[in-house]
């Protein structure tokens, strides 16, 4: 259990004179998923990139499996780690296929390994992969790149899943039906995730614990059955912004 | 008519040989420009602080008055000595400069976040450069080939000021000789090169574009 987990000790960031990260201090329980929430600046996405070293703090350590990811060979930490983006960033002179089976091409893994992976991924993201696998990227709907970001990411079956505003530029109805996918999915293959969001409906249905943050520090930090309870005034904020619109009877959930 | 025939059968097999010497010297230039230019615009892309001291070089050489470069350059030893193999060089300045900024400008021009996931999937230097980079830059890259082709074939008119050869002798004896056929002999050979490199590069630059993603 404890070997998955994901830790921060005191970590700081400073770009032009400006606190990005300001001693972060906390640990994620492996298989468990967090969401990191806050406004734009507040330094969720800088926070989740210290994880697989595309961002280096300048003050304060971060650990993976209890190791300092400063001591790891950087590729070989990285392709531990699944990354999923806002905009999918699938490679466009790719085909589906291809784009999925990136992390295995990067190894050298057998030919007939990757097509049952591929197709076995394509499946569990809702993409039939006879239809998909040799279409390119601009041939597909947001919602479908989005869900070949996610089958490429966990491609290598790896521990961990960090996943910046993962739907974010998808309308609702599709963001809603790749989030019930996700949510769905992550029943099934156990991961540490880690996602960033502004959306706190999206943090409430997928995450078990969730984050909030404001200048570069951690202010709030829930269970996600907790945070309609805080008093909080930054995750009240949250809260009142969602109920904002909303029917009582809704708000109440005495609909269904 | 009769005046068009004579005047090919007095010098047709003087421009074919002319026009592949002109074929020889800009291919010659090309091929060590592109040598030069795409390792060095990729080097760049890893040494940003390079690129505008680089470019700006490179730029210099191409604002140098063509005639003034090659004359400039016929008192350097070795260089002097072979008329071909000094054109095929100031050629190879004066293609530089497309090729090296259309490889660095097409690379440092990805969209960033694609660099990222290449990054965040565990690619090595080498991996990113031979699997994203160069094929999304490919297209760019190619357009910066076709520029510098054009500019040479062009140039490459004045070589024949040093005894290089190649259809400039034609367009200047045709001067000289205030005989307006000859000039057209040269230029018209010339221009026709410089259109089919310009289509055949384009043809495979669309080949090579990337679609984006249709949003």
Same mark, same amino acid.
Request: hydrophobic share 45%; aromatic share 6%; with cysteine.
């Given at each position: 259990m404890?070997?998955?987990?994901?830790?921060?000790?005191?970590?700081?960031?400073?770009?032009?004179?400006?606190?990005?990260?300001?001693?972060?201090?906390?640990?994620?329980?492996?298989?468990?998923t967090?969401a990191?929430l806050?406004?734009s600046?507040?330094?969720k996405?800088?926070?989740?990139?210290?994880i697989?070293?595309?961002?280096?703090?300048?003050q304060?350590?971060?650990?993976?499996?209890?190791?300092?990811?400063a001591?790891?060979?950087?590729?070989?930490?990285?392709?531990?780690?699944?990354?999923v983006?806002?905009e999918?960033g699938?490679?466009?002179?790719?085909?589906i296929?291809?784009n999925?089976?990136?992390?295995?091409?990067?190894?050298?893994?057998?030919?007939?390994a990757v097509?049952?992976?591929?197709?076995?991924?394509?499946?569990?993201?809702?993409?039939?992969?006879?239809?998909?696998?040799?279409?390119?990227?601009?041939?597909?709907?947001?919602g479908?790149?989005?869900?070949?970001?996610?089958?490429?990411?966990?491609?290598?079956?790896?521990?961990?899943?960090?996943?910046?505003?993962?739907?974010?530029?998808?309308?609702?109805?599709?963001?809603?039906?790749?989030?019930t996918?996700l949510?769905?999915?992550?029943q099934?293959?156990?991961?540490?995730?880690?996602?960033v969001?502004?959306?706190?409906?999206e943090?409430?249905?997928v995450?078990?614990r969730?984050?909030?943050?404001?200048h570069?520090?951690?202010?709030?930090?829930?269970?996600s059955?907790d945070?309609?309870?805080?008093?909080?005034?930054a995750v009240?904020?949250y809260?009142k912004?969602?109920?904002r619109?909303?029917?009582?009877?809704?708000r109440?959930?005495?609909?269904? | 008519?009769s005046? #068009?025939? /004579?005047?090919?059968?007095r010098?047709g097999?003087?421009?074919?040989?002319?026009?592949?010497?002109?074929?020889?010297?800009?291919?010659?230039?090309?091929?060590?420009?592109?040598?030069?230019?795409l390792?060095?615009?990729?080097?760049?892309?890893r040494y940003?602080?390079?690129?505008?001291?680089?470019?700006?070089v490179?730029?210099?050489i191409?604002?140098v008055?063509?005639l003034a470069?090659?004359?400039?350059?016929?008192?350097?030893?070795?260089?002097?000595?072979?008329?071909?193999?000094?054109?095929?060089?100031?050629?190879t300045?004066?293609a530089?400069?497309?090729i090296l900024r259309? %490889?660095?400008?097409?690379?440092?021009? #990805?969209?960033?976040?694609l660099?990222?996931? /290449?990054?965040?999937?565990?690619? %090595?230097?080498?991996q990113r450069?031979?699997?994203?980079?160069?094929?999304?830059?490919?297209?760019?890259i190619?357009a910066?080939?076709?520029?510098?082709?054009?500019?040479?074939?062009g140039?490459? %008119?004045?070589?024949?000021?040093?005894?290089?050869g190649?259809l400039?002798?034609?367009?200047?004896?045709?001067?000289?000789?205030?005989?307006?056929?000859?000039?057209?002999a040269?230029?018209?050979?010339?221009?026709?090169l410089a259109?089919? /490199?310009?289509?055949?590069?384009?043809a495979?630059?669309?080949r090579?574009?990337?679609?984006?993603?249709?949003?």
């Amino acid at each position: 259990m404890a070997a998955d987990e994901i830790t921060f000790q005191q970590i700081s960031l400073a770009l032009n004179g400006q606190q990005i990260l300001n001693d972060v201090s906390l640990s994620l329980a492996a298989q468990s998923t967090t969401a990191l929430l806050g406004r734009s600046g507040s330094g969720k996405t800088t926070l989740l990139r210290t994880i697989n070293a595309l961002v280096t703090p300048t003050q304060g350590t971060v650990s993976v499996h209890g190791r300092n990811v400063a001591d790891y060979d950087r590729n070989e930490l990285r392709r531990g780690i699944g990354y999923v983006i806002q905009e999918s960033g699938l490679f466009p002179h790719m085909t589906i296929g291809r784009n999925v089976a990136m992390s295995y091409e990067l190894t050298g893994k057998s030919s007939e390994a990757v097509q049952r992976r591929v197709n076995e991924l394509l499946g569990m993201t809702g993409l039939p992969p006879q239809e998909f696998s040799s279409r390119y990227p601009h041939q597909l709907s947001g919602g479908q790149r989005q869900r070949v970001g996610l089958a490429r990411a966990l491609m290598s079956d790896p521990p961990i899943l960090l996943m910046d505003e993962p739907f974010g530029a998808l309308d609702p109805i599709t963001r809603s039906e790749v989030q019930t996918m996700l949510h769905e999915l992550l029943q099934r293959v156990r991961k540490t995730v880690v996602i960033v969001t502004h959306d706190l409906e999206e943090a409430l249905y997928v995450a078990d614990r969730i984050l909030f943050l404001e200048h570069g520090r951690v202010v709030a930090d829930l269970s996600s059955g907790d945070v309609r309870k805080s008093q909080h005034p930054a995750v009240r904020e949250y809260v009142k912004a969602i109920r904002r619109g909303a029917p009582e009877a809704i708000r109440e959930g005495t609909l269904p | 008519m009769s005046d #068009i025939t /004579a005047f090919f059968s007095r010098h047709g097999w003087e421009i074919a040989r002319l026009s592949f010497e002109h074929l020889w010297l800009t291919g010659s230039a090309m091929l060590l420009a592109t040598a030069v230019g795409l390792p060095l615009g990729i080097v760049l892309t890893r040494y940003h602080a390079w690129a505008k001291p680089v470019l700006a070089v490179a730029n210099i050489i191409q604002t140098v008055p063509s005639l003034a470069l090659f004359g400039l350059l016929l008192p350097v030893p070795w260089l002097g000595a072979n008329a071909p193999r000094l054109a095929i060089l100031a050629l190879t300045g004066y293609a530089l400069l497309p090729i090296l900024r259309n %490889t660095y400008v097409g690379i440092v021009g #990805i969209d960033p976040s694609l660099r990222d996931v /290449a990054n965040a999937l565990g690619m %090595t230097d080498w991996q990113r450069l031979g699997k994203v980079e160069l094929p999304l830059a490919a297209s760019f890259i190619l357009a910066g080939i076709r520029t510098a082709t054009v500019i040479c074939v062009g140039v490459a %008119t004045i070589a024949a000021a040093i005894g290089a050869g190649g259809l400039g002798e034609l367009i200047f004896r045709g001067v000289a000789s205030v005989d307006n056929g000859l000039v057209l002999a040269g230029a018209v050979p010339a221009a026709l090169l410089a259109l089919i /490199a310009d289509s055949g590069l384009g043809a495979l630059e669309r080949r090579l574009a990337v679609k984006a993603h249709g949003t």
